[in-house]
Structure formats: C-alpha cells, structure tokens
C-alpha cells in the first residue's frame, strides 16, 4: 500500500544516512590514520593546539624534545619559561587572524643556547573550535655552519684584501716617489664615493680598484717609470699602456673584475681626451671619475723628483677650472664640499 511505501522510503532514507555517516566516519579514520603515521614519523616537532593555547596533540618529536609524554592537554605555560610561552601564544592569535607565521627563537637549555625555526597555521575545524597546527625544527647547526662559512669568507676577503695592500705597496717600493701615496687616495676615494651615495655592496670593490689604481705600472720598465725627467712622447705612449696591463692582469680574477673600473679608466677624461679608450661623460664608470679627482689632488699636492708641490689653494683652483672639462662637475661639487672637512686636510697630509 501507499502507507508501506511511505514507511520503507523512511527506512531505506535513515538506512542511507547511516552508511554515509559510516562511510565518512571510516575516511575520517582513515585520514587521522595517515595523519599520525606521517606526524609521528616526522623528524620534526609538529603540535595542535586550541585557540586556549592547550595542547590537543604532540607527535613523538615534540614529547622527546619537551622531555616528557603528558603534553597533551597542557598549555603553553604549564610546558615553557613564561616569556617564551607568551610568545608562543601570541603566534597563535596571530596565526588565527593572519594565517601562516614564522618565527626564529633561541631558547636557553640544559644543553645550552638552541635555536629554533617555528611555523604555525589555522587548521579548520567542522565542529567550530578553532585549531592552530604548528611544526618546529632545530636548525642550530645550520646557524652554526652559515656562521662558519661567513667567517671563513671574512678571513678569505681579508686575506685577499692584504695581498692587495702588499701588491700595492710592492708598487710603491719600486717607485719611490709616490711613498704613501696608494694609501691616502683609498682613504680619500671612499669618503668621497660615499659622499656620491654608493652602496656600501659596491664600496668594498671601488676600494680594491682604488688598492690597485696603478698595477698596471708593474708593466712599465724601469727606465720609464723611474725617470727623475718628463718623458718623451714615445715613452707617454708606454706609460699610457699601464691601465690596460691592469686590465689585462685583473681581469681573469673573478672577485677582483668588480674592481676593474678605477685601474682601467681613472685616466679617462670628462671630455673624451683621456686615456686608453677616450670615455667620455657618463661612459666613464662612476668610480673612475672620482677617482680621477683623488688622483690628480694627491698627485698635485705631493713632490715629485721633477718638480715641487702644488700650494692646496692652485690645486683646488685647478679642479674647479676643469670641472666639466676633465672632470666630472657633480663629483667635483661634492668633492670641493669634502675639503673644508679637517679631516680631509688630515689624509692630504698623511705619510707625507
């Protein structure tokens, strides 16, 4: 009859119902199963927690490294320093309203200062409670080790940077009139390549340029390098070839090629009749033009065997007459601002 059909369609509807709840219930058994079998295989710390900071699950790491198996159902203050359980918590409400946070702690142990990468997430919830799921991880050695390697690569650039100074210095030994003279335009070179806004990235090559402004005078023979004279044309014409003996020379070393700029063109001029390629303007590299100004206020301010040094006042008349000429105008702005500085007066004298 109608009336039976009506009954068995209510059997077979609540029938139904129970085998999807079984059938659901079995996949959400199955679920945690994978779950726990991938959490506690994890050879990180990975938790649960409620939006009360009480734990609601800890895998094997976690209690190892908590030292302990009854974390479940602690909280956060009942397991750590209160300092570091207010963090803790902190990261929860965070990770509630923001969504993924990481952090990196140091905590102070039995076995001494660890330190600590943690990330926490909001998990969703079909009963309404608000879950945060967390995994933690050691990466003290990994600290450890990059502090290693920066350290080892500090020792290195300082161990290169002196061969620098005594290949520099080598220079300075064979051509005895210049004594002090590599010393002072670094000092100089870098307050005033500072002063033009460059990276302290790219301070640390324009010292080394700066290092090994004329090592391509190692090329020069004696007799031209050293005569107490002015030289003839042919031999200006051997002198000139020493910033490409320096680019021939730097060039194949890879961490001195950022370095290039001032040995291969501090002799280029603002108005193309420099030398050896004939830049002009804005094709010379930033760090050649100051430091041709450097160059050329030592150089003037110091004897040399052919004639006596320059009054400081004729040496500043001369820059500021070929500002736009052989020099660039805005580093000489800047670089004119840079003398009424004492300490600038100081590196002018310094070793002479």
Same mark, same amino acid.
């Given at each position: 009859?109608? =009336? $039976? ?26 679920? &945690? ?8 295989n994890l050879p990180l710390q990975g938790f649960i927690t409620d939006d009360r900071g009480h734990l609601v699950y800890a895998n094997r790491e976690y209690k190892n490294q908590a030292g302990r198996e009854d974390v479940v159902g602690k909280t956060y203050f009942e397991l750590f320093p209160p300092e570091v359980a ?114 302290? &990235?790219?301070?640390? /090559? ?7 402004? $004329?090592?391509? =005078? ?23 070839? /020493? ?10 070393? =890879?961490?001195?090629? *950022? ?6 063109? /501090? ?8 030398? *050896? ?20 206020? $030592?150089?003037?301010?110091? &004897? ?45 004298? =310094?070793?002479?």
């Amino acid at each position: 009859t109608d =009336k $039976d059909l009506q009954v068995l369609e209510f059997i077979t509807d609540q029938v139904e119902l129970v085998i999807q709840r079984k059938l659901a219930l079995d996949q959400m058994r199955e679920s &945690e199963a994978k779950f726990s079998l991938f959490m506690e295989n994890l050879p990180l710390q990975g938790f649960i927690t409620d939006d009360r900071g009480h734990l609601v699950y800890a895998n094997r790491e976690y209690k190892n490294q908590a030292g302990r198996e009854d974390v479940v159902g602690k909280t956060y203050f009942e397991l750590f320093p209160p300092e570091v359980a207010k963090i803790m918590a902190s990261d929860d409400q965070r990770a509630l309203m923001e969504g993924v946070v990481q952090r990196t702690a140091s905590l102070r142990l039995s076995n001494g200062v660890r330190t600590y990468e943690t990330i926490k997430f909001p998990i969703p919830s079909s009963d309404g409670n608000e879950l945060i799921g967390g995994i933690v991880w050691d990466i003290t050695e990994r600290i450890r080790a990059e502090n290693l390697a920066r350290q080892a690569a500090e020792e290195l650039a300082s161990a290169y940077d002196a061969t620098l100074e005594g290949w520099s210095h080598a220079l300075e030994i064979r051509e005895k009139e210049t004594a002090g003279h590599s010393m002072r335009v670094v000092e100089m070179t870098m307050r005033l390549a500072r002063a033009m806004g460059i990276s302290d &990235e790219q301070l640390v /090559h324009v010292r080394r340029g700066a290092i090994l402004h $004329d090592i391509g =005078k190692m090329g020069i023979p004696d007799s031209i390098l050293l005569k107490p004279g002015p030289l003839t044309a042919e031999e200006w014409l051997i002198m000139r070839q /020493h910033p490409l003996y320096a680019y021939d020379l730097l060039a194949p070393i =890879k961490f001195l090629a *950022p370095a290039l700029d001032i040995p291969y063109t /501090h002799h280029e001029r603002w108005n193309g009749t420099g030398y *050896p390629r004939g830049l002009k303007g804005r094709e010379i590299p930033l760090a050649g033009r100051i430091f041709a100004v450097v160059d050329v206020w $030592d150089a003037l301010n110091s &004897e040399r065997p052919y004639r006596p040094a320059w009054p400081q006042q004729a040496v500043r008349e001369f820059i500021i007459q070929e500002a736009g000429r052989l020099f660039d105008p805005d580093v000489v702005r800047v670089f004119l601002a840079l003398l009424d500085d004492p300490e600038w007066s100081r590196l002018t004298n =310094k070793g002479k």
